[in-house]
């Protein structure tokens, strides 16, 4: 792997992370701004996948769309499978669509959950992925 490569595998993990620690940070509010938790674990597990095929060198397009994106990271590791099968696709809709006021839509408390806990899952999926090919320590 080129340095330049190894910066941007590292530039989408921290940036996952980030979007992870905001979101589990505000789920323990009193008063949870629940679209916006939902959001950030969209964006964690979309800025994963994108730092896994970004170390494998396999492009995408700019997307949201975190089924696409398992979709091509499946064509390097067909293990991937699994993230579909514990649905971590559902959370594509929280990228876009809820962000903005004409698609209203505040996600209950419990949903926001269930987001955060699909975030975790994909993003030790993805993790263990990223070890496998050296990466993590």
Not at 11 to 17: C, H, L, P, T, V
Not at 55 to 61: A, G
Request: aromatic share 8%; hydrophobic share 40%; net charge negative.
């Amino acid at each position: 792997m080129n340095h330049d490569t190894s910066l941007l595998v590292t530039s989408w993990i921290r940036k996952a992370e980030n979007d992870l620690k905001i979101g589990c940070r505000e789920i323990e509010a009193e008063d949870a701004a629940t679209d916006m938790v939902c959001f950030h674990m969209q964006q964690c597990v979309e800025k994963y996948l994108k730092a896994y095929l970004t170390l494998n060198q396999k492009p995408f397009r700019k997307t949201h769309d975190i089924s696409e994106l398992i979709e091509l990271a499946m064509e390097i590791d067909p293990e991937f499978e699994q993230l579909h099968q514990i649905e971590a696709d559902t959370l594509t809709i929280y990228g876009v669509e809820i962000r903005y006021p004409d698609d209203f839509y505040m996600p209950s408390l419990e949903e926001a959950r269930k987001c955060v806990e699909l975030a975790l899952k994909a993003r030790e999926f993805v993790r263990i992925k990223l070890q496998e090919k050296g990466y993590l320590r």
